[in-house]
């Protein structure tokens, strides 16, 4: 069973950093692209970073500098670092895992399986 647990969400300051983590289950976890998206209240939910198998990244022109995406294959374990948080980084914060057929995936169509978020609030 396909299970995908993210952890390290939280309240951060204007300026602060978090580190996300996402612990995968049920599937060979370095077979899979990855990634990591956001959805804040009344907006879609859009892409933070992509991983690929290989470990190739993708990261949207807005963020790049400030997000960082990463993977441990030996702990079954997805990372998202994230840098100068602004209040505009407040949403939940949801782990994905792309369809096999997939080398590195960046909409949202291209995944099958959602953890269920954990919410990062940026607020002084």
């Known amino acids: 069973q396909v299970q995908l647990v993210e952890s390290g969400g939280g309240l951060a300051q204007p300026g602060g950093s978090l580190r996300l983590s996402c612990v995968a289950h049920g599937f060979t976890f370095s077979n899979y692209a990855m990634a990591w998206y956001r959805q804040a209240p009344g907006k879609e939910r859009e892409l933070v970073a992509a991983i690929g198998r290989g470990a190739a990244t993708v990261y949207p022109e807005h963020l790049k500098g400030r997000f960082t995406i990463s993977r441990d294959n030996t702990k079954n374990t997805l990372y998202l670092h994230m840098l100068s948080l602004n209040t505009e980084d407040t949403a939940l914060y949801y782990c994905?895992?792309?369809?096999?057929?997939?080398?590195?995936?960046?909409?949202?169509?291209?995944?099958?399986?959602w953890g269920q978020g954990t919410q990062v609030t940026v607020s002084s």
């Open positions: 994905g895992r792309a369809r096999s057929e997939y080398y590195i995936a960046t909409t949202t169509s291209m995944y099958d399986y």
